[in-house]
């Protein structure tokens, strides 16, 4: 992004039924290795914009799947634990979850199915991205703004950004390094804000902190 101005984009993922269906877990294995990427990225992030009431406590439709149908609680909790934040690609995320499902039908004495009805229905997801019209060339009033963003515009330009800028960054560090250096403490702080286990909510007031902190911090707030 540079020095250009700040885009305020908005975004949607729109499900998409892939056909394909898994009623234990060795089916669901074999599946998962060919299936499309998108399928992964919406079934582990996918939860944030559209959020699950049932199974709060997993963080992932593999792992909701896991413990609702399959009643496999080792693996529910050992896939919700997974952060696809840490990874370098879908694939690598891909290949964890693969390595999971194996060493637990490895240590089964049968492979665990579901009832029929409680198939796991890989979905993948298509971004659909709106553009607000707004734009913002000073970070401080880009500061203001952040507690007025759509919970898409938080996860377009934090979560989604990651697939798209090419040291795999948030839209909002993209943005600031431009800036010849001034703004690296704070780039630093966005930089260390995981945004998987947490909400959009959360995760726009953790997002907002990081720009307030710095804007308040003395002689950093005054030469913005």
């Known amino acids: 992004m540079g020095n250009q101005p700040f885009r305020i984009l908005d975004c949607a993922l729109i499900a998409i039924a892939t056909g394909q269906k898994a009623q234990n877990l060795r089916e669901f294995r074999d599946i ?6 998108g399928s992964i990225y919406y079934h582990f992030w996918g939860g944030l914009l559209h959020p699950h009431f049932d199974e709060p ?3 992932n439709d593999f792992a909701v ?5 399959l009643h496999d609680l080792k693996i529910a909790e050992e896939l ?5 934040n840490i990874f370098r690609d879908i694939d690598d995320l891909r290949q964890e979850v693969i390595e999971i499902i194996e060493e637990r039908l490895y240590a089964s ?3 665990p199915w579901v009832k029929a009805g409680h198939e796991f229905h890989f979905i993948r997801s298509q971004i659909v991205i709106f553009d607000s019209g707004i734009t913002y060339d000073n970070p401080r009033k880009l500061a203001e703004a952040i507690p007025k963003m759509s919970l898409g515009s938080i996860f377009f330009h934090f979560i989604d950004a990651r697939r798209r800028t090419p040291e795999s960054k948030n839209d909002f560090s993209a943005w ?6 001034k703004y690296t403490s704070m780039i630093s702080g966005l930089d260390e804000i995981d945004p998987y286990f947490t909400t959009l909510n959360e995760l726009r007031q953790e997002i907002y902190n990081v720009f307030n902190n710095y804007f308040k911090g003395g002689r950093n707030g005054k030469s913005a």
């Open 80 to 84: 919700s634990i997974i952060d696809p």
């Open 109 to 111: 004495e049968h492979v």
């Open 57 to 59: 406590e997993f963080q």
């Open 32 to 37: 998962l290795k060919n299936i499309h990427s």
């Open 65 to 69: 799947w896991a413990a609702r149908d």
């Open 176 to 181: 600031l390094s431009g800036f010849n250096d």
